[in-house]
């Protein structure tokens, strides 16, 4: 039986790239499904087609800067299936920009979701977690959260804290709870979608011209849930062989 088979896993954005590629991947090899995002057509799309092909999965709409929002997903959670083995904190948006345009707005968003939205998910899941002295917190980070380029200071900043979230997670785990940082470089996805700044989003389409397919990211979360219970993956950085 793989590891992955019956685990409960919730994953935040589903509703589009990393989330929804990871919720087909894992709905192959059996797991039970949470799936939040804002967007409730794609949810049910996609809840409807997991479900369709025999896998379990159930969704609830979810604004990730909203913590009573985040409390009721994990609640979702205990509900249908009475534990929460896996979060996948993978809602994020990532509007560049020179930090000369000042776009405080964007700022205050990839705080608020990048970050805040990642805190709440711990905080929904940590007391079951301990309840059940086992559990998986899963961040999405990014190759910006090792390196710093230019016009992507307050994204870089974000994923830097989402590291740093999944560190200090691990370090306070007493040998229970299981703490992944995943570090995607370019991936196929709607994320350079956010980018508002035209000069700034001609680079990056240059850039994600080499993007790698969201399921190389499916399939190195999977990897990290389907080790043995004792065996904690904590750091993954998968870029696009191009990619420097
Ligand atoms: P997408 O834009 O395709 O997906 C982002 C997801 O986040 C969407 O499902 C969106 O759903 C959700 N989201 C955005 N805001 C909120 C919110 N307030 N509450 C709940 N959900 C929200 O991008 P990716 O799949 O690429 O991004 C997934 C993660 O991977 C992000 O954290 C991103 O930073 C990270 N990443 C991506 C890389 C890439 O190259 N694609 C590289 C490195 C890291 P909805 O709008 O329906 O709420």
């Known amino acids: 039986m793989s590891e992955i088979n019956a685990k409960v896993v919730i ?9 929804e590629a990871t919720a087909h991947r894992l709905a ?11 967007r409730e057509e ?12 025999g896998g379990d999965a159930i969704y ?20 249908k299936y009475g534990r929460i083995d896996v979060l996948i904190n993978n809602a994020g948006l990532m509007p560049l ?14 705080v608020d979701v990048n970050i805040k939205g990642v805190m709440y998910g711990i905080a929904a899941v940590l007391p079951t977690m301990r309840e059940q002295k086992s559990g998986h917190v899963i961040n999405l980070s990014s190759v910006a959260g090792h390196v710093v380029f230019p016009s992507a200071a307050v994204y870089c900043a974000t994923k830097y804290a989402v590291k740093a979230l999944s560190e200090g997670l691990r370090q306070e785990s007493n040998g229970e709870i299981r703490s992944t940082n995943i570090s995607p470089g ?15 989003a001609e680079g990056v389409n240059e850039l994600y011209k080499m993007a ?25 950085i998968i870029r696009p062989t191009q990619q420097q």
């Open 11 to 19: 994953i935040t954005g589903a509703s589009s790239g990393l989330g």
């Open 186 to 200: 370019a991936v196929d996805t709607e994320l350079t979608t956010t980018i508002s700044d035209k000069d700034t």
């Open 42 to 53: 794609r949810l049910k799309e996609l809840t409807d087609a997991i479900v369709k092909q």
């Open 97 to 110: 920009s020179p930090l000369d345009q000042v776009k405080v707005d964007e700022w205050d968003k990839m």
């Open 60 to 79: 609830q709409v979810t604004d990730v800067t909203q913590r009573d929002q985040v409390e009721a997903l994990a609640q979702a959670a205990r509900d």
């Open 28 to 38: 192959k090899s059996g797991a039970k499904l949470v799936l939040g995002a804002r």
């Open 212 to 236: 790698i397919d969201a399921d190389a990211i499916a399939r190195a979360i999977a990897f990290a849930i389907e080790q043995p219970a004792d065996v904690d993956v904590n750091e993954l």
